[in-house]
């Protein structure tokens, strides 16, 4: 375990953060803050444009003749059906932030837009930039980074590596050595912080449900720190003992839940109201997805600026830091499976049930807002993390509903975070198949520390700036394992 | 020129440094040696 220069390195890197944010939560965050800030500053244009050239590329793919290219040999077929397969991907890229920002998400853009426009455009807007966080633009990160993985592992041999691809496109060299061990270090780094940050928004989240449940106010740290005990001790027993198809189980639970509230509160809120907005928020996605993803907002103000930067740039880089985790798991799923096919399950289904979850979750939120004398725009503003259950609470059986909730908060955190010590403990030793338990727990200890570190800091805000920097490094590596790609097809088609 | 603008220049010159590398990588021609001649041999490398 020791004689590996690259899991020393990665352990004490994200340790020494982990150390730095206990220590000085706040000095963290404030750095954290700043850089970013400078970042997407300088740099807003260089990744909106790299994630439009990620969704464009993908479409490209999938209508070209590499289309028909099999992510593994001629004859390899797909090991899981379609739906199966579908779920999984799902469960993996989106996991808890599907329920933290539900509601709360498209509330927080009504609530800028509104200054601008009317009422009901603000609330088609507040749409649109939603499902445009979790849409075609977020999927096209991970299919990339997944079909890179998925082809080079399974068509050409390589170990399921982020340097796997540099070395086999461009050979055994010094500089590819150092980049590919650069490139391996930083998707770790990327991974660790970005599975602390859904640590602790999952633990704010059980957390505002439980204050629901008891009708308990302003809990503060203490609860938290519960919460995040039970999850630790949780998570620690996967990752000592192989549970198998254990894990996978839990993994559709969550989503079971999930879609389980979806559909209920469809039907017991106001369902012509929610159909009707879901119809709007489809044309006007889909009509609109392309020069969106083009926008930096550099004509407007400050405020407008400021909001760019916080949801969407964060978005797109925090999408960018969970790309070699969940692109790992989706290649793994993905075997036997056609360009065309992966490409296009993988980014328009998601989107679709995004556009759903978003319009249901979100539309009951605007419908509160629009319709009704609810205090739903205040709740946004003062406690956030309790936006969805507090719309829960409006419907029957909000009791129900609400520790359902809870319950998949609470599996989706799990499953991240053993799925996410593996995938680490897997990259960290060179591609091993099968990490050793220790490696493993060591992992875990380590995105333990992590979320306890965004959980002091006791703000979302904080937590996104911190991912934020961690990711932003990735998206160079993002575009050359495109270009290594694109090297390969080209060569394939030679 | 202040030292905000000054940053935000040399972020800018890294990523247009970056983007031409990765076109240069993506043109150039590799050397027969420099390509993987057996798919999967050169990817597999034991850890340090």
Known sequence: ????????????????????????????????????????????????LTVSVMLILCFWLALSRHGRIKLGKDDDEPEFSTVSWLTMLFAAGMGVGLLFFASAEPISHYLLARNYVSDAEAATKALLVTNFHWGLHAWAIYAVTALTIAYFGFRKGCPSLISAPL????????????????????????????????????????????ESL????????????????????????????DLGQGMARMSNTAMGIALGLLIFVLLAGPTHFLMNGIV?????????????????????????????????????VWWLAWAPFVGVFIARIS???????????????PTVFSIFWFGVFGGIGFFEALRTNSPIVDVVKTNFNGTTFFLLDVLPLSYLTT???????????ITSVVSAAYVLAMFSLGGD??????VKLAWGAVLGALGLVMILSNSIDAVRSIIALAAMPFVFIVLLLTVCLLKALKQEAA | ??????????????????????????????????????????CNEEPD
């Open chain 1, 1 to 48: 375990m020791f004689k590996n220069s690259l899991l020393i390195v990665a352990l004490s890197l994200t340790g020494a953060v982990a150390v730095w944010g206990i220590v000085d939560t706040e000095g963290l965050a404030s750095f954290a803050a700043s850089m970013v800030g400078i970042m997407f500053r300088s740099r807003g244009w260089f990744i909106m």
């Open chain 1, 167 to 210: 070395i086999y496109v461009f050979g055994r060299k010094p500089w590819t050595r150092s980049v590919g061990w650069l490139s391996d270090l930083l998707a770790i780094y990327a991974i660790a912080i970005g599975l602390g940050g859904s640590v602790a928004m999952g633990v704010f989240q059980v957390q505002s449900g439980v």
């Open chain 1, 214 to 241: 008891f009708g308990l106010d302003e809990t503060g740290l203490g609860l938290a720190l519960a919460i995040f005990g039970a999850l630790c001790l949780s998570y620690a027993v996967p990752l000592t003992v």
């Open chain 1, 280 to 316: 709007e928020a489809i044309g006007t996605y889909f009509w609109t997805v392309l020069p969106q993803g083009f926008r930096t907002y550099t004509f407007f103000d400050e405020r407008v600026g400021d909001h760019f930067s916080a949801w969407t740039l964060t978005y797109m």
């Open chain 1, 335 to 349: 075997k036997g499976r056609t360009i065309r096919q992966f490409v296009l399950g993988v980014v328009l289904v």
């Open chain 1, 403 to 413: 520790a359902a909730t809870v319950a998949a908060a609470f599996l989706f955190i």
């Open chain 1, 433 to 438: 198949l099968n990490p050793g338990t220790r």
């Open chain 2, 1 to 42: 020129m202040d030292w905000e603008n000054l940053v935000d220049t040399l972020l800018n010159v890294m990523v247009f440094a970056v983007i031409g590398a990765l076109a240069w990588l993506y043109l150039r021609k590799e050397s027969p040696e420099g390509g993987s001649p057996e798919p999967g041999s050169v």
